[in-house]
């Protein structure tokens, strides 16, 4: 970061006090910034404390003509190695993804000629609102990176989702990876996860993913759709922060995550006992595609045809339910058990259902109706159900959704005030 030029644009939101531990942070690494403010991010944080932080005149003003003939809008984005857009307001995105250019950030920003990072931070409606999520994708879809928003506890009371500003350390790690900062080292983008907030440290996570394939004879099973996609990221983002990971995996195509051991099984009945195994554990996160029977007696040789004669009759058989099994442990219950429900149908009335009969802490619902693409594809949508109520998350891919289900688990671990190096203590001393 030494000697390199940040652009900070900073648009009008409460986590706009942020900024002055960011750039402390910066010019301690060397850096040299320069911080363009919206009107609305002056009614937050004063320019004076900008200005006393960079060194620097803070820049607020398109037609300040002293400017314009110093520096200007458009020098202001040339002269700098990268730009940062922190904390991004739902209003700036959507005035970028449009490309206004009424006031300097704007301008700055349409004037540019680099692509921007950009750290949304707002109430979680505003950032799951429709126009904000197709904001978001326009951005993306042009070469703008985001880094954010965590979920967590809003400055509002009682408030809590996806909508946080990414921590000071996360911020500028990634800054550091833009072009510009990093020669040759291109950002990380959204097929990997982007939590590097931990919160996780200390916990062992169980994760479960991919399908079951369930025996008819040697050659032939029952099997479904699932890919593995959520539950591999899901096990990748709790990784990233900081948990140590067991992912007890179906047959997938897709490759392991890195860091995270990984065990395999093909039947719901081994997945059961590989489970098991991996017990004890802090969280558990069964998003596999359970089969819910497998067949009563499998054939030991392949079944043949028999001319004229009808086709086998497969019995069935139900398998163990490893969420309910799990969830209701006496002894060695995780602390917190979710549990995804895959509908095609009445998908928030049948989570419910789920969340009831399982004895689970939470339900990620998501609907893999045909046409939805969900089962195998790149993307979900999701509803998190829990005792007391639900938040529906807009599309997104299944990497954003394995990190925003983390910084949910992160932020409810906060809650219930547990702290995992004094957890991971206490469970030795308990000989657990
Ligand atoms: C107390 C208060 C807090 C606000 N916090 C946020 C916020 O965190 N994120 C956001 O997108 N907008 C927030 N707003 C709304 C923006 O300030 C408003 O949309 C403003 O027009 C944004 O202008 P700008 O994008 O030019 O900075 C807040 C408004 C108020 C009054």
């Not at 399908?211 to 990748?236: F, L, M, W």
């Not at 990497?399 to 992160?410: M, P, S």
């Amino acid at each position: 970061m030494k000697n390199k030029r940040i652009l900070l644009i900073m648009s009008g939101g409460i986590a706009a006090y942020k900024c002055l531990e960011l750039i402390r942070r910066l010019r301690d690494k060397g850096a040299h910034v320069r911080v363009v403010m919206t009107r609305a991010a002056q009614q937050f944080v004063t320019p004076l404390s900008v200005s006393a932080l960079t060194n620097e005149k803070v820049f607020t003003d398109l037609f300040d003509l002293n400017d314009e003939r110093e520096i200007g809008h458009i020098r202001l984005s040339r002269e700098a190695d990268a730009i940062l857009v922190a904390p991004a307001t739902a209003d700036l995105i959507a005035k970028m993804a449009n490309g206004h250019a009424d006031d300097l950030a704007s301008s700055v920003l349409l004037a540019s000629d680099k692509p921007p990072l950009v750290a949304p931070a707002m109430n979680p409606r505003m950032w799951m609102n429709k126009a904000t999520q197709r904001n978001v994708s326009q951005l993306e879809a042009d070469g703008v990176r985001f880094i954010g928003p965590e979920v967590g506890e809003m400055a509002e009371a009682n408030e809590a989702g996806p909508g946080r500003l990414v921590e000071v350390p996360a911020l500028i790690e990634a800054l550091s990876k833009m072009p510009g900062i990093a020669a040759g080292s291109e950002p990380s983008d959204r097929s990997h996860s982007m939590l590097k907030h931990g919160g996780l440290e200390g916990l062992h996570v169980l994760v479960t993913s991919g399908p079951t394939h369930e025996p008819i004879d040697p050659v032939r099973y029952i099997a479904n759709r699932s890919s593995g996609k959520q539950g591999h990221a899901i096990a990748a983002a709790a990784q990233a922060a900081g948990a140590r990971v067991t992912l007890v995996s179906g047959p997938v195509n897709i490759p392991d995550p890195e860091g995270v051991e990984v065990v395999r099984v093909e039947t719901a009945e081994a997945m059961l006992a590989a489970v098991e195994k991996a017990l004890p554990a802090d969280v558990g996160i069964f998003c596999a595609a359970v089969a819910d029977w497998h067949v009563a007696s499998q054939g030991a040789q392949k079944i043949k045809k028999q001319k004229g004669a009808a086709p086998p009759k497969l019995e069935l058989v139900p398998n163990p339910d490893i969420l309910k099994t799990i969830a209701t442990r006496k002894k060695g219950r995780p602390d917190l058990v979710v549990g995804f429900a895959a509908e095609t149908e009445k998908v928030l009335e049948h989570a419910r259902a789920k969340l009831a009969s399982k004895g689970c802490d939470w339900i990620v619902a998501n609907d893999v109706s045909a046409g939805t693409g969900v089962m195998g594809g790149d993307r979900n949508k999701v509803h998190v159900v829990r005792d007391g109520g639900q938040v529906s998350w807009p599309d997104m891919s299944k990497v954003q959704v394995a990190d925003a289900l983390v910084g949910a688990i992160v932020a409810e671990l906060a809650k219930k005030k547990i702290a995992p190096a004094e957890k991971e203590r206490g469970k030795k001393a308990r000989g657990k």
